[in-house]
């Protein structure tokens, strides 16, 4: 027990331990009862969990219940429920990375007004001159909005900024194409009767709208993209700007670095005779192709080796011998670089290195194959430096930006709870394409409960051993302090965003739908979220041509009050997910018909 300070430890005929947890047991009884009896249709039927974006389709009994609560009490939230109905080692709640839909626009809405907040501080107080200076960036919408709106509105507080930020307004049109994620995507609302809408950043929040959100990370990155240190985003404007050299030097590295782990974990353990085979039946049908992947990959082959290919790939081939030879000697690693040979055959340069590696190399390890691409990579992408083709660059130079953006991005996200390293450099991420944790976005929740406060998530208030012997130990948690995460400011408007959402909004059902003893309706905010897992497959075109359900999810992150807080998620793991249609609407009926078993610890004053 290092951590406690205990460096011996004594062996006893009887050692006694106590813990005292912060779980509500009969609060957690009384709700792994309910959640349970869940599994059964009639119970489900009952309970008002099956219909329209419900359980309309699908078994009852296979969907996992997740719930978990939360009480702020003085400087620490402690954990009252944490319960589910699965028999099994697998915590939904927090040991999983599952795509949670979007509930990823609170996060992204969260780090939109810290932005705001952040130009409101730079801007603010400054005079009519200065702000008339130098123009930001032409992609720079946000700070254009603050200087114009600052300008328009001298003396106006943080808070008057805030709420005029939460009134812009963002096409939710579907028919615009965005190049994000390295490659050019379309996004659709989940209700088609937004599409010709122009909603508010509040109104689209409160009805889920994705295109505003798309927009609106697009927002968000261009600013974060002008503000990476050591960035130079104007680079695209400049064809002579040195640092463009840099960018693509960075870009072939990256890129070149994934086609190589992509090949190696193709081709890694695949025999010789095999793995060429694969690159033929990828490559064009003609004697030259055959004859560059041949070359390319089997550097002492000879001409007998080709007509052996020809006759089994191209049978009715007309080609003479002495023509064969020729096609053999032109197809020489020495006359042509690897770009062209890539060019010539229709395959990926570095997946002919690869193989060719691994064939040289049959024990190599991804870490050296990495090693060792080096001067494949450069081959592979030296016409990228052709200052003729400037869009071409652009295009890659643009893609580091948005990484970069996205790496600013994760900083904030992680500081405010966000549990992995990475996310997805996509504007997708703001509707949920990086996945997340229930409660982690619990714990953003109780950060905006508790006024941009984080405090620490506790489940253990005392552990006892060895009671009544000479070796008595008691380990108590000490009294933790809290760190403002959040100015007051943003936290207090996003209060409001979550009390809209359950208003107006996706989790209206659940609006008013608790009243206690002395009469008061306890007032619930939160944010709704779907996520319908597929692994999909593409076609030359772009065209889906396999879809596989891998999981569905529903959660609904909520706050009770000022005290309480916590998440509800519905969760159906594999294939079988497929068969069910349920939204977010699902945990939103599952914690109203919660809130009974729940409402006596709601009830009871603070800490008891």
């Not at 119970?43 to 296979?62: F, K, T």
């Not at 064939?359 to 992408?381: F, I, K, M, N, V």
Request: hydrophobic letters at 40%; a neutral charge.
């Amino acid at each position: 027990l290092p951590m406690f300070g205990i460096d011996r430890v004594y062996e006893l005929d009887r050692l006694d331990a106590a813990v005292r947890t912060t779980l509500d047991a009969r609060t957690q009884n009384a709700v792994t009862a309910t959640l349970w009896a869940l599994r059964d249709p009639k119970q489900a039927r009952a309970a008002g969990l099956v219909g329209d974006r419900l359980l309309d389709a699908g078994d009852p009994s296979e969907v996992i219940y997740s719930f978990t609560l939360y009480e702020r009490v003085g400087n620490a939230n402690l954990l009252r429920v944490q319960t589910d109905n699965f028999d099994g080692p697998l915590n939904v709640n927090e040991g999983v990375r599952l795509e949670l839909g979007s509930t990823a626009k609170l996060r992204t809405v969260v780090t939109y007004l810290e932005i705001v907040a952040a130009l409101h501080e730079q801007l603010a107080g400054r005079s009519p001159a200065e702000l008339r200076g130098p123009a930001p960036a032409r992609d720079d919408r946000l700070t254009r909005w603050a200087v114009e709106w600052i300008a328009a509105h001298p003396g106006a507080g943080l808070e008057a900024t805030l709420e005029a930020a939460l009134d812009r307004r963002y096409s939710a049109s579907p028919g615009e194409t965005f190049f994000t994620g390295g490659g050019v995507h379309r996004f659709s609302n989940f209700d088609p009767a937004d599409d010709g809408s122009t909603p508010t950043v509040r109104e689209a929040l409160e009805r889920s709208i994705n295109l505003p959100f798309i927009r609106l990370m697009r927002d968000v990155v261009a600013y974060c993209r002008e503000r990476v240190p050591g960035s130079s985003a104007r680079v695209l404007e400049d064809a002579s700007d040195p640092a463009r050299t840099v960018y693509l030097l960075r870009y072939a590295d990256r890129d070149g670095r994934t086609f190589v782990r992509r090949f190696y974990r193709k081709y890694a353990g695949v025999s010789p005779d095999a793995a060429l085979a694969t690159l033929l039946g990828a490559a064009r049908r003609t004697p030259r192709s055959i004859a560059v992947v041949l070359r390319s990959v089997r550097p002492d082959s000879n001409p007998d080796d080709l007509a052996r290919l020809l006759a089994e790939h191209l049978p009715g081939s007309s080609l003479t011998e002495a023509a064969a030879r020729r096609t053999f000697a032109d197809a020489d690693p020495a006359k042509l670089g690897l770009q062209d040979r890539g060019w010539l055959a229709r395959v990926h340069p570095l997946e002919l290195w690869t193989v060719a590696y691994l064939r040289a190399h049959p024990g190599a390890t991804l870490d050296d194959a990495l090693a060792r691409s080096e001067d494949a990579r450069r081959a592979t992408y030296a016409w990228l430096f052709t200052t003729r083709l400037k869009s071409a660059q652009d295009i890659r130079i643009r893609t580091l930006l948005e990484v970069e953006a996205f790496l600013e991005i994760r900083r904030s996200w992680r500081r405010l709870g966000y549990p992995f390293d990475d996310l997805v450099p996509s504007y997708a991420t703001a509707i949920g394409s990086s996945g997340d944790r229930p409660a982690s976005l619990a714990e953003l929740v109780g950060i905006v409960q508790s006024g941009g406060v984080r405090l620490p998530m506790v489940r253990v208030e005392r552990m006892e051993f060895a009671t009544d012997t000479p070796y008595e130990t008691v380990l108590a948690r000490a009294e933790p302090s809290g760190e403002r995460v959040l100015a007051p400011e943003v936290a207090h408007a996003v209060r409001g965003l979550l009390r809209g959402v359950v208003e107006r909004g996706t989790a209206r059902r659940v609006a008013g739908a608790l009243t206690l003893s002395s009469g008061r309706v306890v007032e619930i905010g939160g944010k709704t979220g779907t996520g319908d897992n597929r692994a999909e497959r593409f076609g030359a075109h772009g065209q889906v041509v396999e879809s596989r359900a891998v999981n569905r999810t529903a959660t609904f992150v909520f706050c009770l009050d000022d005290r309480f807080f916590g998440t509800v998620t519905a969760y159906v793991p594999g294939e079988r997910s497929g068969r069910y249609r349920f939204t977010s609407a699902l945990p939103v009926t599952l914690l109203r018909d919660l809130l009974p078993a729940i409402r006596p610890i709601l009830e009871r004053p603070e800490g008891n």
